[in-house]
T-cell receptor, first 114, second 111 residues
Framework: DAGVTQSPTHLIKTRGQHVTLRCSPISGHKSVSWYQQVLGQGPQFIFQYYEKEERGRGNFPDRFSARQFPNYSSELNVNALLLGDSALYLC?????????????FGDGTRLSIL | TQLLEQSPQFLSIQEGENLTVYCNSSSVFSSLQWYRQEPGEGPVLLVTVVTGGEVKKLKRLTFQFGDARKDSSLHITAAQPGDTGLYLCAGPMDSSYKLIFGSGTRLLVRP
C-alpha cells in the first residue's frame, strides 16, 4: 500500500509569491494534518482537516490556508511568502485524526524562499 | 501553554554504547508518542505510551512513561549506526486534535 505522498518534493520561491503544496493520505484515512518543520526544530502544527472540515488550527497567520477534497487529499496554500517560511512542510494522515492516534507522515516538501 | 522539552539536543556516541534521551513537560499528557526522523524523510512512529509508569520495548529500544504522565524516556542499548537520526516526542495539546512536538534529540552513532 502506498504511504502518504507529497508533491512537490522541493520548491524554490521568492518573497511575495504564493505556493500550493499537495498531499495524498493513506487509502482509507480521512484526516490530514499539516506541519511546518524549521531546520533544527520539531514539527509545528498548522492545520488538521477531517471529512473536508477544518478541525484545528495552529498559531500561524492568515497567509496560511488549506482545504481537503472529497477524496481526502489536501492542499496547503501560503500567500505573500516571507523568508521565514523556508522550512520542510510535512503532511500526516490518520483514520480519525484524534491526537492519540499515530500519525503517518509523508517525506515532506522542502520550501526555500529567496 | 503545554511544552515538551527534550534533552540532550545532540548526542554523539560510539557504536555499542548505551544512551538515554528525555522528554519533559510541566503538563500532564494523556499519551506520548516517540518518532524517529532520518534526513530527507518524514517522522516515523516508534511507539505510543498511554498509562503512567508504562514501559514498552522495541528490540533494543526501551520507552518509559512517567508515573505522573509528565515525562518520558527512551533508552537504547548497544547503539548501532542505523539508530542515527532525530528522535522526537509528541503529545496531544489540551486533549485537542493538535499534536505538539518537542524540538528533538539528534543522535549520531559512530561506527
Amino acid at each position: 500500500d502506498a504511504g502518504v505522498t507529497q508533491s512537490p518534493t522541493h520548491l524554490i520561491k521568492t518573497r511575495g509569491q504564493h505556493v500550493t503544496l499537495r498531499c495524498s493520505p493513506i487509502s482509507g484515512h480521512k484526516s490530514v494534518s499539516w506541519y511546518q518543520q524549521v531546520l533544527g526544530q520539531g514539527p509545528q502544527f498548522i492545520f488538521q482537516y477531517y471529512e473536508k472540515e477544518e478541525r484545528g488550527r495552529g498559531n500561524f497567520p492568515d497567509r496560511f490556508s488549506a482545504r481537503q477534497f472529497p477524496n481526502y487529499s489536501s492542499e496547503l496554500n501560503v500567500n505573500a511568502l516571507l523568508l521565514g517560511d523556508s522550512a520542510l512542510y510535512l503532511c500526516a494522515s490518520s483514520f480519525y485524526g484524534n491526537s492519540n492516534q499515530p500519525q503517518h507522515f509523508g517525506d515532506g516538501t522542502r520550501l526555500s524562499i529567496l | 501553554t503545554q511544552l515538551l522539552e527534550q534533552s540532550p539536543q545532540f548526542l554523539s556516541i560510539q557504536e555499542g554504547e548505551n544512551l538515554t534521551v528525555y522528554c519533559n513537560s510541566s503538563s500532564v499528557f494523556s499519551s506520548l508518542q516517540w518518532y524517529r526522523q532520518e534526513p530527507g524523510e518524514g517522522p516515523v512512529l516508534l511507539v505510543t505510551v498511554v498509562t503512567g509508569g508504562e514501559v514498552k520495548k522495541l528490540k533494543r529500544l526501551t520507552f518509559q512513561f512517567g508515573d505522573a504522565r509528565k515525562d518520558s524516556s527512551l533508552h537504547i542499548t548497544a547503539a548501532q549506526p542505523g539508530d542515527t537520526g532525530l528522535y522526537l516526542c509528541a503529545g496531544p495539546m489540551d486533549s485537542s486534535y493538535k499534536l505538539i512536538f518537542g524540538s528533538g534529540t539528534r543522535l549520531l552513532v559512530r561506527p
